[in-house]
């Protein structure tokens, strides 16, 4: 089955900073891959996914970089704000076909004023 | 807020007692999945309904735990005998079959079980 690596456990970044996490999978059939953000006692909520067949992907401060040949994808945020602190989750599926996703163990930010 | 919903959001238990969890899905989306999350690790996959019919399920899923979506709206999650393992926060999640989202999945805000 699939398996989603993700680092680094904890981040921490001064507000303005970028913040960059990192995930890999193991999966060659994976074909779509997720992030959400997870506050504390909430439910997770996607912030951004891409597709295989796109490298790159981005939302105002928020962008997802894929490597398919290499089997990694990342999350970089720029301009940081404290808001941002939360844990970040990856995770990889494949797509519509086999629908469940396999998450990454998570990244805690945390984001100094 | 049409978003997905799940009643208990806390469930207490003693050791033993059989509990029942029961999610509501977005309206529209045929696919409702159950997850398993615990403390300071990312959800695991237990089991995904499309419709009424349960398409999948994973080996975590043991023979104490049944799910059911009878009608393919609703779906609950039934833990017998439950042990102290089996403390953990319960994410329910659906997704539409068509559009351009049909992979998403949007999580509802989980039921927290603590058995003692």
């Known amino acids: 089955g699939e398996n989603v690596e993700q680092h680094p456990s904890t981040l921490s970044v001064q507000e303005g900073d970028s913040a960059v996490i990192k995930c890999t999978y193991s999966d060659s059939a994976s074909n779509y891959f997720p992030w959400y953000k997870q506050e504390l006692g909430k439910r997770p909520q996607l912030i951004i996914d891409i597709r295989s067949n796109v490298g790159e992907k981005k939302d105002q401060r928020i962008a997802v970089t894929l490597n398919k040949t290499a089997k990694h994808f990342s999350l970089h945020i720029t301009e940081t704000q404290p808001e941002d602190s939360a844990v970040y989750f990856c995770?990889?599926?494949?797509?519509?076909?086999?629908?469940?996703?396999?998450f990454g163990g998570g990244t805690r930010l945390m984001v100094k004023p | 807020d049409t978003g997905v919903s799940q009643d208990p959001r806390h469930k207490i238990t003693k050791r033993g007692q059989n509990v029942t969890f029961r999610c509501d899905p977005i309206s529209e989306h045929n696919r409702l999945y159950w997850y398993r999350q615990t403390l300071g690790q990312g959800p695991e996959f237990l089991t995904y309904?499309?419709?009424?019919?349960?398409?999948?399920k994973s080996r975590l899923l043991s023979d104490r735990f049944s799910a059911e979506r009878p009608k393919g709206s609703f779906s609950t999650l039934e833990i017998q005998r439950t042990e102290q393992g089996d403390s953990a926060m319960y994410l329910c999640?659906?997704?539409?079959?068509?559009?351009?989202?049909?992979?998403?999945?949007?999580f509802g805000p989980g039921t927290r079980l603590l058995v003692l």
């Open positions: 309904f499309q419709n009424e019919a349960q398409l999948e």
């Open positions: 999640a659906s997704s539409p079959t068509a559009g351009t989202r049909r992979e998403t999945q949007y």
């Open positions: 995770a990889a599926s494949r797509g519509w076909a086999g629908n469940m996703l396999t």
